[in-house]
């Protein structure tokens, strides 16, 4: 089996909203987004996307709401040819303080136990906490520029934190680094 492909949802796969994502209609796919997954997925690599969904927790959209937005998600995978792809997401409001919150390792530890994924793989996302999710679970990292990449980078520049092993333009572009 090659390696997992760990994916954030929003600013990865699909447009970020900064009023969340909270329906289908509101899931827009990232232009190349699903035909880089689907390279990936036909590369052999388990794909699983991992997502903080804490509206829920703040009282913003429900569970179901999310769940709806994932079968858009989906739907858009299966016309790529990509099947199987387990989302795992964490409802919890920030100050729960819970294990599954990016960058805590809970939802990446679930899904290698669940799905018995090897160790390493890599970590593509759009945020500082997709990077430390990635570090703290032995996988390589990717910032893409992406939804929030662009600010985050700034902020892990300005704030003289740990670099993502990959800097790129997209998921289109993080595919060719994970490819090679």
Not at 14 to 28: F, G, Q
Not at 103 to 110: A, K, Q, S, V
Not at 145 to 163: C, D, F, P, V
């Amino acid at each position: 089996m090659k390696l997992p492909v760990f994916l954030d949802r929003d600013g990865v796969i699909n447009e970020n909203r900064a009023d969340y994502v909270k329906a289908p209609a509101e899931w827009v796919p990232i232009p190349g987004a699903i035909a880089a997954a689907a390279c990936l997925h036909r590369a052999g690599h388990p794909l699983v996307v991992v997502t903080n969904q804490s509206g829920i927790g703040r009282g913003y959209y429900t569970s179901e709401a999310v769940d709806l937005v994932h079968e858009v998600m989906l739907r858009a995978f299966a016309s790529a040819d990509i099947h199987a792809v387990p989302i795992m997401y964490c409802p919890h409001h920030p100050e729960d303080k819970c294990s599954c919150r990016k960058p805590e390792t809970g939802m990446i530890d679930r899904a290698k136990s669940d799905f018995k994924l090897p160790d390493g793989g890599w970590m593509v996302g759009d945020a500082h906490s997709d990077m430390e999710l990635g570090r703290r679970s032995g996988l390589k990292t990717i910032l893409v520029l992406t939804g929030r990449g662009k600010a985050q980078l700034e902020i892990i520049r300005a704030e003289n934190l740990k670099m993502p092993d990959h800097v790129t333009d997209s998921l289109v572009s993080a595919v060719e680094i994970i490819l090679k």
